[in-house]
């Protein structure tokens, strides 16, 4: 898979490492659209055409307006073992987000965690804050710093520590920096800096993912550098 499609960038017996472009499903229930796992197991298929039903057990998802590094199983064993280190996490993702430049951002040099209480509504598919002595909470744990800026744009690195719906979107518009090109969780200002710069997807990429081969122990790690532009003016 290259160019448009989701870029295998690398495969081995275990495991498939892609890196999912922005605007296309990991994974969805409706047959007649296209998805990251769709395209792979295609893909697959046209390598070994007597084998039109591979294994492939997919281990961490990103929303679809979100582009980065998704992690396939390519057999039970490994799905299991990768499956545990996400629960204990021992897995580390990490991930790279543009948000509008604020002032007090600059004191954020140093990893802070974020933490928040959250539900799934599922009339409007949107995370919600609620009290934490909810029945229906969910924690939600975020490790974040600030990386640099650029006229309004400020670039975070952010390590998540839970896999909550919409959950670093929702936690840093709730603590005042929406991601740029986020329709859902974006404010006035940042739905005008995204109109400013042509931002039509998420500024939110999974760049860095690092666990232990399920085979090997052995810690392993990928990166891959964001296709959405706004991640290279900061870098001009």
Not at 10 to 15: G, L, R, V
Not at 32 to 50: I, N, Q, V, W
Not at 115 to 137: P, R, W
Not at 183 to 207: E, H, N, P
Request: charged share 25%.
């Amino acid at each position: 898979m290259s160019g448009r499609n989701n870029m295998i960038i690398f495969e081995d017996e275990s495991y498939i490492i892609c890196h999912k472009r922005a605007g296309i499903p990991t994974q969805t229930a409706d047959l007649r659209s296209m998805d990251l796992m769709h395209e792979l197991t295609a893909c697959l298929a046209r390598r070994k055409p007597g084998d039109r039903n591979p294994y492939l057990g997919l281990i961490n998802r990103l929303d679809q307006p979100v582009e980065g590094l998704v992690l396939v199983a390519k057999n039970e064993k490994a799905a299991a073992i990768l499956n545990g280190q996400l629960r204990d996490h021992s897995m580390h993702k990490h991930y790279l987000a543009v948000v509008e430049m604020r002032q007090e951002l600059e004191t954020h040099c140093e990893y802070s965690l974020l933490t928040d209480y959250i539900i799934h509504d599922k009339k409007s598919n949107l995370a919600v804050a609620v009290d934490e002595h909810d029945a229906n909470a969910r924690c939600a744990k975020l490790y974040w710093r600030f990386l640099g800026c650029k006229d309004s744009l400020a670039l975070l690195e952010i390590e998540l520590l839970t896999g909550r719906h919409h959950q670093i979107r929702f936690q840093l518009s709730h603590a005042g920096y929406p991601l740029l090109g986020d329709t859902k969780y974006g404010t006035q200002a940042s739905r005008a800096i995204s109109s400013r710069y042509g931002c039509t997807s998420v500024a939110l990429c999974a760049y860095r993912l690092c666990f232990r081969h399920p085979v090997s122990g052995k810690a392993v790690e990928y990166r891959v550098e964001p296709r959405n532009p706004l991640f290279h003016i900061l870098n001009d």
